[in-house]
Nanobody, 123 residues
């Protein structure tokens, strides 16, 4: 089990950038694949990006491809989501998640979750 704490959310204008961080506790962080999901009001939680335990493989939702970048620093037990060219439709609570073996990039495949951080993009 790993405990996750997100930070870096906030209010930004359309076209702006934010970097989310997710700090993990536990010595086995480097064993986990990590993901970012988001949930807007009245909508289901959706996949945003994921990264393998080594950082060698990354996955993105079509809606964020080319704008968002997921990365990790296993020495710091942290995963990041760099978000550029933000749009109002990116407004949501963003969640960090972990899983030991990544099978599918869907919420149900991830076993550990953070509390989320709000991202609001104004037009």
């Amino acid at each position: 089990q790993v405990q996750l704490v997100e930070s870096g959310g906030g209010l930004v204008q359309a076209g702006g950038s934010l970097r989310l961080s997710c700090a993990a506790s536990g010595r086995t962080f480097s064993s986990y694949a990590m993901g970012w999901f988001r949930q807007a009001p009245g909508k289901e939680r959706e996949f945003v990006a994921a990264i393998s335990w080594s950082g060698g493989s990354t996955y993105y939702a079509d809606s964020v491809k080319g704008r968002f970048t997921i990365s990790r620093d296993n020495a710091k037990n942290t995963v990041y989501l760099q978000m550029n060219s933000l749009k109002p439709e990116d407004t949501a609570v963003y969640y960090c998640a972990a899983v030991l073996e990544l099978s599918e990039v869907v919420a149900g495949s991830f076993t550990d979750w953070g509390q989320g951080t709000q991202v609001t993009v104004s037009s």
